[in-house]
């Protein structure tokens, strides 16, 4: 399985970006995961391999949302309100489990990070 990020960049604060991840197989949940200098990799999003169940960590419901296209096999994350805490190296991941996780050892592909910074 092979996961291609992209669409990160430099913002100001209240901005928005799209980021974007093609991959190579439909069947899988999809999720987004950020990690900023000296913090732990966290959830962002995820959807399931069709589409119907998306989920969001608290610290960005309502200002993020999770899609995918999967005639185009690409996943994307829609960012607005976008903050200077939002900055980060973002990953997407590809998992094969039932539920599309919140947790990285819920995932078994990576690809590689986007930067987004957000800029006060």
């Known amino acids: 399985v092979q996961l291609q990020a992209s669409g990160g960049g430099l913002v100001q604060a209240g901005g928005s970006l799209r980021l974007s991840c093609a991959y190579s197989t439909r069947t899988l949940n999809m999720g987004w995961f950020r990690q900023a200098p000296g913090k732990e990799r966290e959830f962002v999003a995820a959807?399931?391999?069709?589409?119907?169940?998306?989920d969001y960590a608290d610290s960005v419901k309502g200002r993020f949302t999770i899609s995918r296209d999967n005639a185009k096999n690409t996943v994307y994350l829609h960012m607005n309100s976008l903050k200077p805490a939002d900055t980060a190296v973002y990953y997407c991941?590809?998992?094969?489990?039932?539920?599309?996780?919140?947790?990285?050892?819920?995932?078994?592909?990576w690809g590689q990070g986007t930067q987004v910074t957000v800029s006060s």
């Open positions: 959807i399931r391999w069709n589409g119907g169940i998306t």
């Open positions: 991941a590809a998992g094969t489990r039932l539920l599309a996780g919140t947790s990285p050892p819920e995932y078994d592909y």
